[in-house]
T-cell receptor, first 113, second 110 residues
């Protein structure tokens, strides 16, 4: 099976712009979670989607949003970018039932200048 | 907020030595998971231990869980250069949310 695919791998944006990141989960996985990883805050949970429904959301401002499509692919969007949004954004998929392990993509490295 | 906290923050060992890292968590759990992250890459799931298990092995990895102390340990035996990575413990918190600790960075010297 192909792993979790995240695109793009690297992204450089300017403050005030918006960005959309994409995640394709492992085939058959219906749950997609997003995490932000920074040196200072570590891994912070953003949100989780299952069958196109957001089931949980972390403590991030409304500038961070996401969605999931019927084929389980997911996107997250960050509007009005701030310097502090520079981070590695990781997507992970799982079957969505019980507490099965997460399968991570290699992330999108976002740099905001 | 982070549920698990790893200790130590960093560890440097010689190839062939064992590496031990610990994780403490705050609330009751039904399982605890360990992940590895190589520099700039995604996390890779290593092992899951359920709350009714005390010890679990996977290759050169040994994980223990003490629910009374709310702690877990990960032992890597006979370390190799390829084990150089950051290691995270993770616990399921609120529904469908996995909370990660700050991680232990392990450097294996040749």
């Amino acid at each position: 099976k192909a792993g979790v695919t995240q695109t793009p791998r690297y992204l450089i944006k300017t403050r005030g712009q918006q960005v959309t990141l994409s995640c394709s989960p492992i085939s058959g996985h219906r749950s997609v979670s997003w995490y932000q990883q920074t040196p200072g805050q570590g891994l912070q949970f953003l949100f989780e989607y299952f069958s196109e429904t957001q089931r949980n959301k972390g403590n991030f401002p409304g500038r961070f949003s996401g969605r999931q499509f019927s084929n389980s692919r997911s996107e997250m969007n960050v509007s009005t970018l701030e310097l502090g949004d520079s981070a590695l954004y990781l997507c992970a998929s799982t079957t969505g039932t019980g507490h099965s392990p997460l399968h991570f993509g290699n992330g999108t490295r976002l740099t905001v200048t | 907020s982070q549920q698990g906290e790893e200790d130590p923050q960093a560890l440097s060992i010689q190839e062939g030595e064992n590496a031990t890292m610990n994780c403490s968590y705050k609330t009751s759990i039904n399982n605890l998971q360990w992940y590895r992250q190589n520099s700039g890459r995604g996390l890779v799931h290593l092992i899951l231990i359920r709350s009714n298990e005390r010890e679990k092995h996977s290759g050169r990895l040994r994980v223990t869980l003490d629910t009374s102390k709310k702690s877990s340990s990960l032992l890597i035996t006979a370390s190799r250069a390829a084990d150089t990575a950051s290691y995270f413990c993770a616990t399921p918190g609120d529904d469908y949310k996995l909370s990660f600790g700050a991680g232990t960075t392990v450097t294996v010297r040749a």
